[in-house]
């Protein structure tokens, strides 16, 4: 019997020490033996008792928590992990200890583990490699993009770009293509002739890179379509074929370059061959199919199920989820926060889909989910809302910061709105986009009239693009009157789209549109340049008024406003003391290192700037307090009922008393009754606006205004 | 002779073995080996006329395929946060550990940042610098491939270790 139990331990390569004195680490060795444990303690006798010292450091130092298991009561036991001891004759053993209490017997088993080692040595080694090669790639995209995006983006008077284009992107080690927006031209470079070369065997007329490329995504990407007609960018992997000995994975970055009427102009675009990471990743059957980052499933794999389900026809939702600003996000907060952003996010949504969902990372930030023995959209609304639910908690930085997140939710149903993966995927693609319209949490399943109203969106940005280039835009000033010299000190101006067909159009139909498409940077500049010719009107006129206007927050964000509002002073030679601007709270918050910098600088220069809106948003003190700012305008909501509304007489006042105290001036918006006018100027509010004086009037009427009150 | 034991801390790939393998045989390879579990080395290094054995715990990489293990680190008289500045990434996991790490020992800790030799990917201003060198009680730029500020690194702890 003990025979036969060694032979096992023997096999096991295991050897069995019972412990004699756990104070001193006594032991005395029971069964097992081999070379190695003799290589392991040298000085070990047989059935003699010896000390585990400091020969051994590392299982010496295992002893502590050993002792716990020993002198407990209950049995139990305590593994030790893995460890390489390198032996007196310096061989390594890759080991593990076993602490084991089995009835009064206390024991410590060591195992030579070497084969289990060495294969934790062998996929371990790839991970990591493969980890590595990805965020080096990373990397090096990431910079590349950067440079390019910034020469492209110069006035075209420096006409050497084209030098300067071909000069950086030759010394890439990876393919790099620059094409025009219809993809007819292009620069590459030597690495993108050398990646897609066919060899010469081929007779007919080899195809041209971009060519290529664009093919492998409109066969492998459903959302191709959308991705050209929406102008956005995308990064992902493709594989391509071309017999007979070609299959390279490649690793494609796509990025419009566009201008400020938000039409592209070029595209850039990275080709990685990645053949050797995927080949190392696919000799590792689970991590082909898994997303390294969140190990969830990853696109192809959710692809296949995809296929298997619908093979099989078996009704399911589809879901499609998409973080809003994710860019913004990782842009803020950095690639890590992101990254961390992102397993968080598929934790949360994991643990509340149910195991007979399937859940994958399908993009950068998107995450696809199959909700399976489901067949009507009521119970796949419940589904969602508990992953909606579940993202509204806030999220932390590793700094401890909190912030929230919100998603776009596309949904379509299999059988009834599609019925193959291409279609599914494209539909539930298109729905979460078009979700995507504010940043708050949205749900759209797909429809007929989804798809009509994102083609009416791109007829309005088609005709604001239009408007820019005609100039059908018109800007408007409401005078704002000082109360103690009950005088115009000041106007806002307003802008007003003139419509061909359809008459004056007010900002909020077309402000928000020219927002989301990129349209309000070139709006916003228009702007700034009519602001300073009137200003200047105005003041040769002999007047002293200020002029103000109000910023979107792109604008805030964009780093090129300054400069730009910089030249318009100058070519207009107007003093900055009669401009200011005004930005809503929202953007303070949400931009606000980019906001602080916009606004010291004005103000350095002598612009004013005023915080409008005020009161309807986060109204938090301290960036007030820590903020560059001159004017607070109490937004018209509260000004409406000031006159009947208690609370809102309170808030009002308190906002007045607070402003003063901080040095700010307030000005009430919406001002329409002598009675909603008698409680401001009693209360020291500083200056008013609204209809009681005047609605937003043209230039010359303004001008006529100003004369009479002289 | 005095004996201390210093744990090497980081995520994986960042140089610990190789900071190691620099310091006991002065030794470098371009060659990235993963550890595996833990792996103890020793070196005996004079100072100030004391002789004191070095037990150098170089441990595996911490990232989504091996977790952080704290009880690794009881006993540890010091411990050395290594990081890649090639690799942004690797400071922030660094930084993680090092507090994960301040929970069960108060023992004096080094910011190592490795392959000086290397263009650093990472900015960090004056305060980010001076913040990150609150934390620790020493910080070098070492190359393990050069061997740079490697053996000073390692005397620099053991004298804290000695005063401490
Ligand atoms: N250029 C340069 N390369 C280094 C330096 N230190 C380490 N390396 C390289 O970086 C890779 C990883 O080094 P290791 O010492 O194995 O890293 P590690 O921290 O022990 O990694 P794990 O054991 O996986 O946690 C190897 O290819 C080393 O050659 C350095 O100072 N300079
Ligand atoms: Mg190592």
């Keep these: ?710 | 002779m005095i004996q201390k034991k210093i744990c090497l801390l980081g995520a994986s790939s960042v140089g610990k073995t190789s900071l190691v393998k620099q310091f006991v045989e002065g030794i470098f390879s371009e060659k990235y080996l993963t550890t595996i579990g833990v792996k103890i080395d020793k070196k005996t290094i004079f100072l100030e006329n004391e002789e004191i054995q070095l037990m150098l715990w170089d441990m595996e990489g911490n990232d989504t395929y091996n977790v952080f293990q704290e009880r690794y680190l009881r006993g540890a008289a010091g411990y050395i946060i290594v990081v890649d500045q090639t690799r942004a990434t690797s400071l922030h996991e660094g930084l993680d550990i090092h507090t994960l790490v301040r929970q069960v020992t108060d023992c004096p800790a080094i910011l190592a940042i490795n392959k000086s030799d290397l263009p650093a990917t990472w900015n960090m201003d004056d305060s980010e610098n001076k913040s990150y060198q609150n934390l620790f009680d020493l910080q070098f730029s070492t190359s393990a491939k050069t061997g740079s500020n490697v053996e000073e690194m390692f005397s620099a702890l053991a004298k804290l270790l000695l005063r401490s």
């Design chain 1, 1 to 710: 019997m003990t025979q036969l139990l060694n032979k096992v331990i023997n096999a096991l390569e295991q050897i069995i020490l019972e412990v004699i004195d756990t104070n001193t680490g006594t032991v005395k060795w029971v069964e097992g033996d081999g070379e190695w444990a003799i290589d392991l303690f040298p000085n070990a006798g047989n059935q003699q008792a010896f000390a585990i010292n400091e020969e051994t450091p590392f299982l010496q130092d295992f002893l502590f928590d050993a002792t716990l298991i020993w002198q407990a009561a209950e049995n139990g036991k305590l593994r030790s992990g893995l460890w390489t001891e390198t032996t007196h004759t310096n061989k390594e053993l890759y080991l593990e200890a076993i602490a084991i209490k089995q009835d009064q017997h206390n024991l410590l088993v060591i195992t030579n583990q070497r084969e289990d080692f060495e294969f934790q040595q062998k996929t371990k080694q790839l991970a990591r490699e493969v980890l590595l090669s990805y965020d080096r790639l990373f990397l090096k995209n990431e910079y590349l993009h950067t440079r390019l995006l910034s020469i492209l983006k110069q006035p075209p008077e420096q006409s050497n770009i084209l030098t300067t284009l071909t000069k950086v992107i030759e010394n890439a080690e990876f393919a790099v293509l620059i094409a025009s927006s219809d993809f007819s031209t292009n620069i590459e470079n030597s690495a993108a002739i050398k990646l897609f070369d066919q060899g010469t065997l081929i007779s007919s007329q080899p195809s041209r890179p971009i060519d290529i490329i664009l093919r492998l995504m409109q066969n492998q990407l459903p959302e191709y379509e959308r991705i050209l007609s929406t102008n956005s960018s995308w990064d992902g992997e493709l594989c391509w074929i071309s017999p007979p000995s070609t299959l390279k994975w490649l690793k494609v970055a796509f990025y419009p370059v566009k201008n400020k009427l938000n039409e592209v102009e070029n595209w850039i675009i990275f080709a990685n061959d990645i053949s050797t990471i995927k080949h190392l990743i696919q000799r590792n059957e689970q991590l082909a199919l898994q997303d390294m980052l969140t190990e969830l499933p990853n696109r192809f794999s959710f692809l296949q199920m995809l296929e298997k389900h619908i093979a099989a026809k078996q009704p399911f939702y589809l879901l499609y989820i998409d973080i809003n600003d994710f860019r913004r996000h990782n842009e803020f907060y950095g690639h890590d926060q992101g990254d961390k952003l992102l397993i968080e996010l598929s934790k949360r949504i994991s643990a509340v889909v149910k195991t007979s969902d399937f859940i994958a990372r399908v993009g950068g930030d998107e995450f696809a989910i199959m909700l399976n023995n489901i067949d009507n959209q009521k119970a796949c609304k419940i589904a969602i809302q508990r992953i909606i639910d579940s993202i509204n908690k806030p999220f932390h930085t590793k700094k401890s910061e909190s912030f929230n997140i919100s998603i776009s939710i596309g949904a379509a149903n299999y059988p009834h709105d599609g019925q193959s993966v291409e279609e599914l995927m494209k539909f539930v693609d298109l729905s979460a986009y078009n979700g995507k319209k504010n940043r708050k949490n949205s749900v759209q399943f797909y429809s007929q009239s989804m798809k009509d109203a994102s083609h009416h969106l791109i007829i309005v940005e088609q005709n604001l693009r239009q408007a820019i280039k005609n100039n059908e835009f018109e800007l408007y000033l409401q005078p704002i009157i000082d109360i103690k010299t009950n005088r115009i000190n000041k106007a806002e101006a307003l802008i007003r789209w003139n419509h061909p067909e359809k008459g004056l159009i007010n900002p909020d139909d077309f402000i928000p549109i020219a927002e989301k498409s990129g349209l309000i940077i070139a709006i916003g500049e228009w702007v700034i340049s009519r602001t300073c010719q009137m200003a200047k009107q105005i003041c040769d006129l002999g007047f002293d008024i200020k002029i103000s206007m109000n910023l979107s927050p792109s604008q805030v964000t964009d780093n090129n406003l300054f400069a730009y509002l910089s030249t318009c002073i100058n070519d207009n030679k107007i003093n900055p003391r009669l401009l200011e601007l005004e930005v809503t709270e929202g953007v303070l918050v949400d931009d606000y290192s980019a906001a602080e910098k916009l606004l010291s600088n004005v103000r350095t220069i002598g612009m004013s700037v005023s915080v409008d809106d005020f009161g309807t948003g986060y109204s938090s003190l301290s960036y007030l307090k820590k903020l560059p700012l001159d004017f607070l305008k109490i937004d018209r909501s509260f000004i409406k009922e000031i006159v009947a509304d208690d609370n809102d007489k309170a808030i009002v006042r308190a906002v007045i008393s607070m402003a003063h105290n901080l040095n700010l001036c307030v000005t009430a918006e919406g001002v329409e009754t002598k009675e909603q006018l008698s409680f401001l100027v009693d209360n020291s509010c500083n200056s008013v606006q609204g209809y009681i004086f005047s609605r937003p009037i043209k230039l010359d009427y303004f001008i006529k205004l100003l004369h009479e009150q002289k």
